[in-house]
């Protein structure tokens, strides 16, 4: 007998924090997306009426490494990965990945972001910039789920690649991609102070 793995969903994972100034780098983002948080009028009344609890620039900014140095910065860091993501996937590509939108997320304790996917786009991803104890991690969907029917649970000893969810717990500096169609959530964040990332999606 043998299995053979077939329509294999494929995550990224790198770090930034192994790059030289990542603790410098990382600070100077913190403080962008705070800052962000307090200036951004538009964003948080968009928070407002979308229930977000905490702050997010997905509503109301989509300039930010025009706007900020640290965004620029970040981004050519995410396009590096971007491609190199791309590559593994053997992508059959006539030019490399585009970033089309990047967003702050300052996630606040007890805060959560429902499974949602990122239509319009062929990857997306988060680097993650503060993950206090407790943070939330970033629970995976098999995409297979809605079609599985009265296929059983799966037993202790199952891989991580048979589970029907994966949460992946991020660290400082931890960069996570995957194709956009993959669904995906933030459950409830337990820590006792913000989680902040920035999340993106390449084109």
């Not at 609890?53 to 706007?67: C, M």
């Not at 006539?94 to 990857?123: M, S, Y």
Request: hydrophobic share 40%; with cysteine; glycine share 6%.
């Amino acid at each position: 007998m043998s299995l053979r793995p077939l329509f294999v969903t494929q995550v990224y994972q790198a770090t930034l924090a192994e790059g030289r100034g990542f603790a410098e780098f990382n600070a100077q983002l913190i403080d962008a997306c705070r800052m962000l948080a307090e200036e951004d009028e538009g964003g948080r009344r968009w928070c407002r009426a979308n229930g977000y609890r905490g702050y997010t620039s997905y509503g109301s900014l989509n300039d930010l490494p025009q706007r900020l140095p640290e965004f620029a910065e970040l981004k050519r860091h995410l396009d590096r990965h971007a491609l190199a993501y791309a590559k593994a996937l053997n992508f059959d590509l006539a030019r490399k990945p585009r970033l089309d939108n990047l967003w702050v997320n300052i996630l606040k304790p007890g805060g959560g972001h429902t499974g949602h996917i990122h239509p319009h786009a062929f990857l997306s991803g988060t680097v993650y910039v503060e993950t206090p104890p407790g943070a939330s991690a970033l629970k995976l969907e098999d995409p297979r789920l809605p079609m599985m029917m009265a296929r059983p649970s799966v037993n202790d000893e199952a891989s991580e690649a048979e589970r029907p969810f994966v949460y992946l717990k991020p660290q400082p500096g931890t960069v996570l991609m995957w194709e956009s169609w993959l669904r995906h959530e933030v459950p409830v964040n337990a820590a006792r102070s913000d989680r902040i990332s920035v999340s993106f999606n390449y084109a």
